[in-house]
Nanobody
């Protein structure tokens, strides 16, 4: 019915940059919010960024604030510009959407930070 698909993950050197994308598709009426989360092994899923489309505004997790920037366009896409990547940022990043009264998750995109 609704699908979120992430892309843009890959291998980057420490301190480098990467841009993730999330595309929402399917039978969608209204997207209320879209966010990025990440989850390291042995830890709970962590908020990276969240855009409230209806209410306006974007919030960031404390660990990424000042280095990551979330944005969206008007074609059901969301982006995460990641700068100053650290090795600890190497994990799977998931797209989340609040769409038509339900929540959806993408399958994730892998980010690897390595020299």
């Amino acid at each position: 019915h609704v699908r979120l698909a992430e892309s843009g993950g890959g291998v980057v050197q420490p301190g480098g940059s990467l841009r993730l994308s999330c595309t929402a598709s399917g039978n969608i009426s209204t997207i209320y919010a879209m966010g990025w989360y990440r989850q390291a092994p042995g830890k709970e899923r962590e908020l990276v960024s969240y855009i409230s489309i209806e209410g306006g505004g974007t919030i960031y997790g404390d660990s990424v604030q000042g280095r990551f920037t979330a944005s969206r366009d008007h074609a059901k896409n969301m982006y995460l510009q990641m700068n100053g990547l650290k090795p600890e940022a190497a994990t799977v990043y998931y797209c989340h959407g609040a769409i038509d009264g339900r929540t959806y998750w993408g399958q994730g995109t892998q980010v690897t930070v390595s020299s």
